[in-house]
């Protein structure tokens, strides 16, 4: 299986609880790559995707990633069309095309300029990865419900990077449909929407590492850590600890 490397956590106590469960999940992936299917998009049933090895040697301690098997929510709601930066979803294509040799071509998601996701779509999408990435304007959790995310199960999902909460002058950190569905949304979910609860409840269902914004953050802001993020991962295989920095605006040119 190849990988990436993921280390680093925000306690102490979570992080001996992933690794006490890390050696079952990784025997449960051996045997499902013996007999498994890899995730194929609509277009692969047509023909055969052949896939570069990659060669990667683990520290001790380490949890690997399968980097073939990436799932991908891109701007569900089509709003990023007209961002001060760049489009998500052409950042996004651009991502898949500059790594399409190697790691790509397996990956699997929804960009919203292209097809609209639903709240069925999605938890499929969370439950069938080895990492999950989601690139949107507003909150992750206004596309799916906590009550419903807490059902899940994210133990196979080695890692989940959320790159949310966008805010310039030309578009809010909160969506219209956002403002829209908060009309309808329980006063006990609130508090379950912050970026630390996010994380609280991702690692709950299974997901073994989470990284997110904490505050909000420019469109440019985040396409730059969306790019150096995926470079930092899938080119130089870089450990998920000294990639952090990119989420506390040590990079980031607008501050």
Known sequence: MESVLCLGDFSLQVFYTRLQRQQPVESDNKK???GGKPAKGKGDQSKAIKVAPVNCVLPPHSLPVDTHNFKYIVDPYNEGG???WSSTAEIMRKTLQMYS???TPLWEGVIGSESTCSPTELERLLVNCSSFIFYGMGRFLAHIQPSRLATLNLAECQMAILFDLVQNSTLPCQSQQE???SKFCSKTHVPLE???????LLTLCGAHS?????WSSSARTNAQNMEAIMENLLKKKTDIGPICPYFVG???TDL
Do not use: R
């Open 32 to 34: 499902e790559t013996k």
């Open 179 to 181: 403002v829209q569905e």
């Open 101 to 103: 040799h190697q790691f």
């Open 82 to 84: 007209d961002c001060e």
């Open 250 to 252: 040590e990079h980031d």
């Open 210 to 214: 989470v990284m997110l914004n904490q």
């Open 194 to 200: 912050t970026p630390i609860q996010c994380a609280y």
